[in-house]
């Protein structure tokens, strides 16, 4: 066998067993959620009741609406204030505090969760005793995951924004578009991709996430992880397999739409591109 056929085949082997590592775990967690046995890793027969066992499984149903509602807030702002961190790093290199600036954005990326989310405890906790406000609960999961879910999504919008062509910015505002108007013509649909990926990463993140939820969580405030983590501790049930199913589900058709979008936006892009080269 030829170096490059076995450089070829190589390389493929241990790219397949990387995938087989991710997904093999998350493909035997499906199957086990159709399993009758209630032991969650011994195989009895094909059957459904753990799915049509989530409607009156009250605790985890409330769980899991508590962790959409605050997934999608907190996508939806991380995207707002990471696109705005993003702008003031990348369109105006020098402002007082800028590394300061930078360095904060930065911090919740490499800081342990444990840490963030003790610090926030602490302030919440003295926030409360001084104003008697917020009471731990949506609103204080939703900062923390704020807090994380920002610099994730400064870091991807970021990195669109030095690669876009400035010239196209340039050429806009020598044809009369004012500054509002070139951010909304001209570089907010550039960096829609950019946007789009931000706001599936930070939905993921705050969906799943359960070391700042029980930090900041109150009482009748428990997240889905959390539910599952409470009862991992004392045994889990494949009511809980049946869940996660159809988490994997939906966040699944959310990417693959999500992909497909973006592929199609990418398409017009460019034929865009090759039919202005043409005129």
């Not at 991807?156 to 050429?171: G, M």
């Not at 497909?260 to 865009?272: G, N, V």
Request: proline share 4%; glycine share 8%; hydrophobic share 55%.
């Amino acid at each position: 066998m030829s170096a490059a056929r076995f450089n070829k085949w190589f390389g493929r082997g241990w790219l397949s067993l990387g995938y087989a590592f991710l997904y093999l775990p998350i493909l035997a967690l499906v199957i086990f959620s159709f399993n009758d046995s209630p032991v969650p890793n011994v195989w009895g027969r094909f059957t459904l009741k753990w799915y049509a066992a989530l409607g009156t499984d009250t605790e985890i149903l409330s769980g899991l609406w508590l962790s959409l509602r605050i997934a999608f807030f907190t996508a939806c702002a991380s995207v707002v204030l990471g696109t705005l961190a993003a702008l003031a790093l990348v369109k105006h290199r020098r402002f007082i505090g800028r590394t300061l600036f930078s360095g904060m954005l930065s911090a919740p990326l490499v800081m342990p969760e444990v840490i963030i989310g003790l610090s926030l405890l602490l302030m919440l906790v003295a926030l409360q005793k001084a104003l008697g406000f917020p009471e731990r609960g949506l609103m204080t999961i939703w900062l923390g995951h704020l807090l994380l879910g920002m610099a994730y999504a400064a870091v991807v919008v970021q990195a669109r924004l030095k690669d876009l062509n400035p010239q196209l910015e340039e050429a806009a505002m020598d044809l009369g578009a004012r500054p509002g108007q070139v951010f909304w013509l001209v570089t907010l649909p550039m960096i829609s991709q950019a946007l789009m990926s931000a706001w599936l990463l930070t939905f993921t993140l705050s969906l799943d996430d359960v070391v700042l939820s029980a930090f900041l969580s109150g009482p009748g405030a428990t997240t889905m992880p959390l539910v599952i983590f409470s009862r991992a501790r004392l045994g889990l049930n494949p009511s809980v397999n049946a869940v996660a199913t159809l988490t994997v589900l939906l966040v699944s058709v959310g990417v693959v739409c999500a992909s497909l979008l973006i592929a199609r936006r990418e398409r017009l892009r460019a034929a865009e591109i090759a039919a202005a080269a043409r005129a």
